[in-house]
């Protein structure tokens, strides 16, 4: 709660709603998330409600034990508290979970995960138990009840704004600068693995989208907003995501007459009300994401309220939200995780994530640009649609 993650967003957003019932006697326990870090002082939080959370952070430890503990983590780290434990988690973004994992869920007595994909690949994940000899003695599967627990968006935030005077100056101040007036905006970390290998897949977004625009004429060429970085907003890491982009630049080849177009960093933290504003700006005009796997993949979701295309990958978690008549899918094949991306009992070796096929994503992208209003009224039905299905009400 109160951490700068995905994580920290959605626990934030479970202790509001249990907060809000007004019926229990809330304590939390913050948990760090990796390297991201977390609102430390109270004049960092301008949200009343996480004004609440703060005062409810123990100070010491518990002094008797919970009738209910709630923990949001990845499984691993599922731990049996209180007199009933829930286990809520993202999940996995590949086709398998590992052994560690769905041992882990076994420990708590409801888990509650966020997507179809991430509850179907832990219930198709089971594992064979061999004696000695090598006979099968038995099965290490879920055994516990696992439901579907969407994440979802405050609509007093995550709305479509009509002018552009509603937009938050920062980020006015921010974009006006940028010649363009067709941006492709993404979202997201740019996480570990080599070129094409990271989970998010944005160095190869990078590339096929300069690769795609390339040839187009210099005063008509799109630009790609990257509001990204590694887990935290320091300047060797920014200089480091630069660096990273340069070299995905360098390894596109110009024939004669053409020009690369351009991209821009947003590098920082911004506030919720921020990022709706950029999600919202009119230089904005389509939401892209080609990753290899998301558990649920909320900036999608957030995306999509702006009534603006959304290109993504047709795999994973975001097709709880994403549909093919109103986003754009693009498709591609399972192939092993390389090894530059393996994380622990995370991202383990044996299993398998998604490859958008790249002609594929450079279709989508070219499309959207040519014939967007087509697009646009498409993405005003799911707009609509992920407004009333996932809103907290």
């Not at 405050?154 to 067709?182: A, C, H, M, W």
């Not at 890491?237 to 070299?247: G, H």
Request: with cysteine; charged share 25%.
């Amino acid at each position: 709660v109160l951490n700068r993650s995905g994580y920290g967003d959605w626990a934030t957003a479970v202790a509001k709603s249990i907060v809000r019932y007004g019926k229990f006697d809330v304590k939390i326990a913050p948990q760090k998330w990796g390297n991201c870090q977390s609102k430390r002082f109270m004049e960092e939080i301008a949200d009343p409600e996480e004004k609440n959370l703060a005062t409810l952070l123990l100070q010491g430890p518990l002094q008797k034990q919970p009738d209910l503990f709630i923990q949001l983590s990845i499984p691993n780290e599922f731990q049996r508290v209180g007199k009933y434990n829930i286990g809520i988690t993202a999940g996995i973004e590949t086709s398998v979970a590992s052994v560690e994992w769905v041992q882990a869920c076994n420990k708590m007595d409801l888990i509650l995960t966020i997507s179809e994909h991430s509850k179907n690949v832990f219930l198709y994940s089971k594992y064979t138990q061999q004696d000695q000899t090598g006979n099968k003695v038995g099965e290490i599967a879920v055994t516990k009840p696992i439901e579907v627990l969407h994440n979802c968006i405050d609509g007093n935030i995550f709305k479509k704004l009509e002018y552009e005077f509603d937009l938050e100056q920062s980020v006015r101040d921010t974009l006006k600068d940028i010649p363009e007036d067709f941006c492709y905006l993404f979202v997201g970390h740019w996480l570990r693995g080599d070129f094409g290998e990271d989970r998010k897949n944005v160095s190869l977004m990078i590339k096929v989208f300069l690769e795609t625009f390339r040839q187009v004429s210099d005063k008509n060429k799109p630009a790609l907003i990257l509001k990204t970085s590694s887990a935290g907003f320091s300047i060797l890491d920014r200089e480091e995501i630069l660096k990273k982009i340069q070299q995905v630049k360098d390894s596109v080849q110009l024939e004669s007459g053409q020009t690369m177009p351009n991209i821009y960093l947003l590098h920082g933290e911004l506030t919720d009300k921020e990022m709706n504003s950029l999600y919202n700006h009119p230089k904005v005009k389509a939401h892209v994401s080609f990753t290899k796997g998301e558990g649920f993949g909320r900036p999608l979701l957030e995306a999509s309220i702006s009534a603006k295309p959304v290109i993504s990958s047709g795999w994973s978690g975001q097709l709880d939200f994403l549909d093919k008549e109103n986003a754009v899918l693009v498709g591609g094949e399972l192939k092993p995780i390389h090894e530059s991306s393996v994380w622990d009992t995370v991202l383990i070796r044996e299993s398998t994530w998604f490859a958008p096929d790249m002609n594929q994503c450079a279709n989508a992208l070219y499309a959207v640009f040519k014939n967007y209003s087509n697009f646009k009224k498409k993405a005003s039905v799911l707009a609509k649609d992920n407004k009333k299905k996932f809103s907290y009400e």
